[in-house]
């Protein structure tokens, strides 16, 4: 048997459940493996937004997860990010994923061993949970009562709830988070934005070539094959490659006369069936030096 934390010392915590709505019909427009994939890839959201405003995932309830917060307002603004994150996903073949959130402050008892939290702020916030619909979130008049003025007055009135063991009914507001342009203020963005994927642009001839995410590879030779062709005889039929790899750009010589690399009008660097770390900028040329014969180079470029 699990053990609770004992006495009068149980914690007053905020308890939110939220759910991601409508899961079957992800499951039969998108089938078992994509359906899937989408719903962990949205439990992850809901983890990390728990996380970014002090939370803690107690644990996850298949297409649910519920979680503590040390207060009210903390467990009000993690709500309203996870609504505004979730909605603003890209649908995947015209299917949306929506959430409903319900939450609830009081005491609860804690588990010793493995964290689990119990007791009727739990059972509260579960019933708000239920009552909410997708793209909703709702919680008891109390928990609204400990919140500032502001975040106040983006709630309403949503109903009154008799809750079974409860000898008066609960008061449901409903949290107002898509009209309210001051409670997106003080929710803000604890998401970083997702850094830009670095891309190496490269130029020969007057023509440009883009390796990156979207095209990870790119050969260079004599050969009419080669995705850039050299024309300087010097230079082996395939020549080099160079490969995207962990947002690092490799220059690859598989060549006989090998390549020659200045980074930054440094020193030629020689490379002979070796791998180079392309950085900043510079240029390449095959089987010779740059001063030897600049007429045909490639110039590199990397961009982040």
């Not at 992800?26 to 994509?34: A, C, I, N, P």
């Not at 070796?274 to 510079?282: D, K, N, Q």
Request: charged share 25%; hydrophobic share 40%.
């Amino acid at each position: 048997m699990n053990k609770t934390s004992a006495g009068n010392t149980n914690p007053k915590k905020t308890v939110l459940f939220a759910d991601i709505s409508g899961s079957t019909h992800l499951y039969e427009v998108l089938g078992d493996t994509r359906a899937f994939t989408t719903i962990d890839a949205c439990l992850d959201i809901l983890r990390q937004l728990t996380a970014a405003h002090s939370g803690r995932v107690v644990k996850t309830i298949g297409d649910e997860i519920m979680s503590v917060f040390p207060d009210a307002m903390s467990a009000v603004q993690a709500a309203c990010e996870m609504q505004l994150v979730v909605t603003a996903l890209e649908p995947i073949d015209n299917a949306r994923v929506a959430i409903r959130i319900g939450l609830h402050f009081g005491t609860v008892l804690e588990s010793s061993d493995d964290g689990d939290v119990f007791g009727d702020t739990v059972n509260v916030a579960a019933r708000m949970a239920e009552i909410a619909n997708a793209r909703q979130i709702i919680t008891t008049g109390t928990t609204v009562t400990l919140l500032p003025a502001i975040m106040r007055a983006s709630t309403r009135s949503f109903n009154s709830l008799s809750i079974k063991g409860k000898a008066d009914d609960i008061e449901v507001r409903e949290v107002i988070w898509q009209e309210s342009e001051e409670m997106t203020m003080m929710v803000g963005n604890t998401i970083p934005p997702a850094k830009p994927e670095p891309t190496l642009k490269l130029l020969h001839q007057g023509e440009t070539f883009i390796v990156g995410a979207a095209c990870t590879s790119i050969t260079i030779g004599r050969d009419e094959q080669a995705d850039i062709v050299i024309g300087d005889r010097r230079a082996s039929r395939m020549h080099a490659r160079i490969e995207y790899r962990r947002d690092k750009f490799v220059f690859v010589d598989i060549s006989s006369n090998g390549s020659y690399v200045i980074i930054n009008g440094e020193a030629d660097i020689e490379l002979r069936r070796e791998e180079l770390v392309l950085r900043e900028s510079g240029s390449i040329s095959l089987g010779h030096t740059y001063k030897k014969d600049p007429t045909e180079i490639i110039e590199f470029f990397c961009q982040s």
